[in-house]
C-alpha cells in the first residue's frame, strides 16, 4: 500500500484568507482555509487532508460543510468540489499560490 504524499503549506493556508468565500462571496475577516473531508485527498480519522485539498470558506460555510444538517454528504462534496476549484483558479489567476506547491483540481 502506497502512504498517501501529504503536503503541509503554512504559505498555502496563509493564502486563502486572501480571497472571498468560494461559496457565498462574503469577505468578513473569517475566511480560511476548509480541507476537504473526502478520505480520497488524505482524510483521516485523526488527520485533515492534504493542504493542497482546501476550499477557501467564511466561517458559516465552513461550518455548514463541517457540522450542518442542511446538506446531505453529497451536497457537501459536491460544494466543497466546486469552491476547492473556485479557489485553486482565484489564487493561481492572482499569484497567490506557492510556485513550491503541486496545484490539484482532483
Not at 477557501?56 to 446538506?71: F, K, P, R
Request: proline share 4%.
Amino acid at each position: 500500500m502506497t502512504k498517501f504524499p501529504y503536503i503541509r503549506s503554512p504559505a498555502l493556508l496563509k493564502a486563502c484568507r486572501a480571497i472571498a468565500c468560494t461559496n457565498c462571496g462574503r469577505d468578513d475577516g473569517t475566511v480560511c482555509a476548509a480541507h476537504s473531508n473526502q478520505a480520497k485527498h488524505g482524510k483521516g480519522r485523526s488527520i485533515k487532508a492534504s493542504d493542497v485539498f482546501v476550499a477557501s470558506l467564511c466561517h458559516l460555510c465552513h461550518y455548514e460543510l463541517d457540522q450542518g444538517a442542511w446538506m446531505s454528504r453529497n451536497e457537501r462534496e459536491q460544494m466543497w468540489d466546486a469552491c476547492h476549484a473556485k479557489t485553486v483558479h482565484e489564487l493561481v489567476s492572482r499569484g497567490l499560490w506557492p510556485a513550491t506547491v503541486p496545484v490539484s483540481l482532483h
